[in-house]
């Protein structure tokens, strides 16, 4: 047998327990090609072992420390004396090189001064597989490993080597979206950031969720308002497939509720509330925070409102012809077009029914959201709600509202979708009528939604709903919590709103 390597050899402490994790693995041999190392052989004669393991993994091999001279003052366990010493390799409490900080750091010199710096080690080719493994191990101890680059990780706009220019862009940027109710940090892909250098990349990076919502809901009232137009004006024309129009009223139907479906695609950096309604609900009882209500209610307000200017200039043609040039009029005359903008109650309909018919659609509007977005509901379309067949699923609940509940006041259902085309449509010239037509009906698209829509939500998260951000789930169903303060107090606490 070898003779065993004086005691005093020393290894370090990344080494010692990977080379002990290979001797539980029964694949390390003895220098002298006897049988394998095991951890009773360790544990018997420890005088052995370590100096025979050692060998395996010779100095010559590894990376030599660049030592200059070792301060045994500032070891990391520094003992200022010959006491017992706490570092890295301490093994035999006899030893005195490891029983003293300031013997090993001597040691250290020692042995540096007798091996000389060199690269990083690279791999011997008459090195076995496992010794292989073991240099790889030990490398990778020692470099500076990355962390994983994920969204989180590469979110946060701060540049940590750019110009105190950029840095201080970034803090604006961030000011500028607190102070508008947004989240400091926009929801911007990794590798998308660099852009913000440029003057209207940063405007997008102060406003993306605003926008997100204006071009939602200006899609929606876009198709919607269309297929109003294209059904209205192409009544009785005999050149189209059955000989009477192009399109019915279930063409409205379908066209509303793909607008809304393509409408929450496009704004789903915002989470695609598209109505004011929604909006405030998702605020009073998920959580929204209330800061954000102010910038999207205005967002929405003008999508809807642009997006009916766009179809009216498509439309102008069709509609000088039918009402004449420069004529432009509300329900009930017949030649009427203001219906292509917004909602008008049914003659016969008195304001308790114009009421009720947007009340009750409201309710079950906010009601089957809830439900859609509930991710403990198995119904939802699995355990985690509707999750990216929601827009879908509300293709289909709009184009149901409308074919149950549409006839008698057109199912606004949404301020954005009914306001803001009535706003345009009077600035085009259709008169004040557009107030005063069915009794003033104009207010009534614009309050019955919201009160619709928390009556709905009340009612789901009463006796469905579970999750604790719900104010109805404490005491005295949420009004306790309200009266003390305690509700908004929390909501003021509430930094971030998960889409």
């Known amino acids: 047998m070898a003779a065993p390597l004086h005691k005093d050899w020393w290894i370090s402490r990344e080494r010692r327990s990977i080379i002990l994790n290979e001797i539980a693995l029964g694949v390390l041999e003895r220098h002298d090609d006897a049988a394998p190392l095991s951890l009773a052989t360790c544990f018997d004669d420890i005088d052995y072992c370590i100096p025979a393991l050692a060998t395996m993994t010779s100095p010559k091999d590894e990376p030599s420390p660049r030592v200059g001279d070792f301060d045994p003052e500032s070891a990391p366990y520094h003992n200022h004396g010959q006491g017992q010493g706490q570092g890295p390799s301490l093994q035999d409490p006899n030893d005195p090189i490891q029983q003293s900080d300031k013997a090993y750091g001597e040691h250290l010199n020692k042995q540096a001064k007798a091996i000389p710096a060199g690269p990083t080690v690279k791999p011997v080719a008459s090195r076995s597989p496992e010794a292989h493994h073991i240099e790889h191990a030990d490398d990778s101890s020692q470099r500076t490993v990355s962390p994983q680059k994920t969204l989180s990780t590469l979110k946060p706009r701060r540049s940590t080597n750019g110009s105190q220019a950029t840095v201080e862009r970034q803090e604006t940027i961030s000011h500028l979206r607190s102070k508008i109710g947004l989240e400091a940090e926009a929801p911007i892909l990794d590798g998308h950031e660099e852009h913000t250098g440029l003057m209207w990349s940063t405007v997008r990076t102060v406003f993306r969720e605003p926008f997100a919502e204006f071009f939602g809901t200006f899609i929606m009232v876009l198709f919607g308002n269309g297929s109003v137009a294209q059904v209205l004006l192409s009544t009785g024309q005999t050149t189209a497939p059955g000989g009477d129009g192009f399109g019915s009223y279930q063409s409205i139907n379908w066209a509303w509720a793909l607008g809304v479906m393509l409408g929450i695609y496009v704004a789903g950096d915002s989470g695609g509330f598209l109505n004011p309604a929604v909006t405030l609900n998702f605020c009073l009882f998920r959580r929204l925070p209330w800061r954000r209500f102010p910038i999207y209610f205005a967002a929405q307000l003008l999508g809807g409102f642009v997006a009916s200017g766009v179809v009216y200039a498509n439309y102008i043609n069709p509609i000088d012809q039918l009402e004449g040039h420069g004529m432009r009029t509300v329900p009930p005359s017949t030649t009427a077009t203001a219906g292509i903008f917004c909602t008008y109650p049914r003659a016969f309909m008195t304001k308790t029914g114009q009421f009720f018919s947007e009340f009750i659609a409201s309710t079950i509007l906010m009601f089957v959201i809830f439900a859609l977005k509930d991710d403990s509901n198995p119904g939802a379309m699995g ?99 309200l009266l003390r303060g305690g509700y908004w107090r929390r909501k003021r606490r509430q930094e971030k709103y998960d889409v």
């Open 383 to 481: 355990k985690s709600g509707a999750g990216k067949l929601f827009p879908l699923a509300l293709f289909f609940l709009i184009f149901g509202l409308g074919s149950c509940f549409g006839w008698e006041t057109g199912y606004a259902i949404n301020l954005a979708r009914d306001f803001g085309p009535r706003l345009m449509s009077y600035i085009l010239g259709y008169g004040h009528e557009v107030w005063s037509a069915g009794g003033y009906y104009f207010w009534i698209p614009m309050i019955a939604p919201f009160l619709g829509t928390v009556f709905g939500g009340f009612f789901y998260d009463v006796f469905i709903y579970t999750g604790p951000e719900s104010p109805v789930n404490t005491p005295w169903l949420g009004f306790k919590h």
